[in-house]
């Protein structure tokens, strides 16, 4: 047997080949625009709150008003964290964070929702 039969095996492995940034860009796109509506739901959230409490006479209360604070710049900060973490990985794995980041925005929502106006009035 001689050496040039034997296949050595590279120190380095192989990258496959990696995705089009255009796939990754038109993915993060997409999910932009879901996390969009969920921050102008927030605004709207924000805004509808502070009318019907001027309408009874009082105001938001201080935690009220950082609920639904979180509930503006939650979906902000999940996507740009969702977006740095798949960065270098695959289409499928920063669909599937992106995704992932919806469902949790949405459970945010729905424990904001929960709340109702009279927990977040003074």
């Known amino acids: 047997m001689s050496d040039a039969s034997?296949?050595?095996?590279?120190?380095?492995?192989?990258r496959g080949r990696r995705t089009p940034r255009w796939l990754l860009s038109g993915i993060a796109i997409l999910?932009?625009?879901f996390?969009?509506?969920?921050?102008?739901?927030?605004?709207?959230?924000?805004?509808?709150l502070?009318?019907?409490?001027?309408?009874?006479?009082?105001?938001?209360?201080?935690?009220?008003?950082?609920?639904?604070l979180v509930?503006?710049?939650?979906?902000?900060?999940v996507f740009v964290?969702?977006?740095?973490?798949?960065?270098s990985r695959g289409a499928t794995a920063l669909?599937?964070?992106?995704?992932?980041?919806?469902?949790?925005?949405a459970v945010t929502a729905a424990n904001i929702f929960t709340l109702g106006a009279g927990s977040l009035l003074v």
């Open 95 to 105: 669909a599937a964070l992106l995704l992932v980041g919806l469902c949790l925005n």
């Open 35 to 48: 996390y969009a509506y969920d921050i102008w739901e927030g605004i709207g959230n924000l805004v509808g």
């Open 31 to 33: 999910f932009g625009l």
């Open 6 to 14: 034997v296949s050595q095996s590279p120190a380095v492995p192989s």
């Open 81 to 87: 964290l969702a977006a740095w973490i798949g960065r």
């Open 50 to 68: 502070n009318i019907l409490a001027q309408s009874l006479d009082t105001q938001l209360s201080g935690l009220g008003v950082f609920v639904l």
């Open 71 to 77: 509930g503006i710049l939650g979906p902000l900060l």
